[in-house]
């Protein structure tokens, strides 16, 4: 498979006065092809949204990070933001209702996305974004374009979010939790729109979720993360329906849907740790229930479980 974005032994420590931290990324690595949909999922403090933050160059103040982001060919810098920011690489944030600025409407919010990557005059840059208003099913797409902010429902906002990110076309549309903020029925539609209009325009998605149910409806791969490593990936459906880490086992293990009534959800017990300085070993072994001596001597590396699946645990044969 052609690769659309590559990320490459992918590190973020955090440094405060020249004193290293933390390191909530180590190591990672992942690809997404052209028209792909790869999936990043784990738990909160797990290093899904810095490795999106990375891709665009957009880490936190304080971030040191290290390794290769590389898109369509061409490695980019990681330690600022990327010139192709908004425009090549795109990004949809979790929450619409404080992604844009309150006091502007939101046709003009767009056009300073258009104008900033391309050269087009006031009333095609107008026709422009109420095109792209259509694609993303807004009805009445002028009167949204007049509109600010307030005047619409999270569910639009969200629409008009995915427009802005899509006016200047780009290869990679980040995702970062797009349907945290939105109901059940709002986010699955979301979800299906994001499809279409993958199968329209063939960019490549990312897509950063805590919800295996999003994984499990929108993804063709999947990327497990925890302690800010990908511990197992491969196609999604495989993953899903036959784990091979202890910890993705434990994530789908805590689904409702996956028990009968009145059986009690699985709990994985403990949670991520918050530092991994100093650690030794599986960062997973103190909370894993198949943990044994060496899990907490050996720090497992990704290794072949399948044609195209990989899972990170000395105990992988076993399972």
Known sequence: MNELLRVEDLEIAFVERDRLVNR????????????????????????????GLAVLGMLPEGARPSGRVVLDGVEQRIDRPSPLRGDAIAIVFQNPGSAFNPVFTLGQQLAAVVRRHRRMSRAATREHILEYFEHVGLPDPKRVYDSYPHELSGGMLQRVMIAQALVCEPKLLILDEPTTALDVTIARQILRLILSLRDRFGFGVLLITHNLGVVQEACDTVAVLYAGRVIETGPAAEVLAAPQHPYTRGLLGALPARHAKGVPLEAIRGSVPANLLGMTGCAFSDRCPRAIDACHEIDPVLKPVGALREAACIRVEES
Request: some cysteine.
């Open 24 to 51: 909530p990324v180590r190591g990672l690595s992942l690809s997404v092809g052209p028209g792909e949909v790869l999936g990043i999922v784990g738990e909160t403090g797990c290093g899904k949204s810095l490795t």
